[in-house]
């Protein structure tokens, strides 16, 4: 499976934005990326997924690099709610047929 | 939609016990996954079934852990007999059978083996 890598940990001011970088330099081109966030005590929660255009839902924005290599997660506004471990995960087109494997993650600190 | 629940959430139990965990998915979902969480290792799948049938197992630690999907709306992981380093928490998770569906977790069990 392609490997992601994440920054261990990243601080930032409530009602800032926060950009979570990812890089994934093996992606294949049918290997979707997706985000999902660990609150404390609860289970993982999807927040986005795209395959090469940038992605906006409620929650969050998804930036892809062109070549794909890369990829940066934005909380436009983040609050103290959005305090969590964040996963960046590459996932095979079509699959929901498998689980996700997920990494160490990126543990976001916000401060008030 | 009550989300995938499971229970319970929070076991405590002696070495040598069974411990039964128990997950419901959603409604409508055809695959359901078996989540482990350590410190040490992190988010592992244990195993996956779709239609109620077992698919991988390959990431069950050993024979002492056992799963199964008697319906669509049911399923349990059983470990038998417990050991210490059992003690994790256990999260369960479901989806639809498309492509890219996003994965919908319980809020795990908490598994203490003393």
């Known amino acids: 499976d392609a490997k992601t890598t994440q920054p261990n940990s990243m601080e930032s001011n409530e009602e800032e934005p926060v950009h979570l970088p990812c890089n994934h330099s093996t992606i294949s081109g049918t290997d979707y990326i997706h985000w999902y966030r660990q609150l404390p005590s609860q289970g993982p929660e999807y927040v986005i997924h795209g395959l090469t255009s940038n992605v906006n839902n409620r929650m969050a924005s998804l930036a892809i690099a062109e070549d794909r290599k890369s990829s940066t997660l934005i909380l436009h506004r983040a609050t103290l709610r959005d305090a969590a471990v964040y996963y960046c995960i590459l996932r095979a087109k079509g699959g929901g047929a498998d689980g996700l494997t997920f990494g160490k993650g990126t543990h976001l600190i916000i401060q008030p | 939609d009550a989300g995938v629940i499971q229970s319970p959430r929070h076991e405590v139990t002696e070495m040598g016990q069974e411990v039964t965990l128990r997950c419901k998915p959603i409604?409508?979902?055809?695959?359901l996954f078996w989540y482990r969480q350590t410190m040490m290792r992190g988010l592992e799948l244990l195993i996956y079934f779709n239609n109620n049938v077992p698919i991988d197992d390959s990431g069950m630690p050993e024979d002492r852990f056992s799963a199964k999907m008697p319906n669509a709306s049911f399923s349990t992981l059983k470990i038998q007999p417990s050991e210490p380093r059992d003690s994790a928490v256990y999260f369960c998770a479901s989806t639809e059978d498309r492509g890219n569906s996003p994965l919908h977790f319980g809020n795990g069990t908490r598994l203490t083996v003393t």
């Open positions: 409604s409508g979902h055809d695959y």
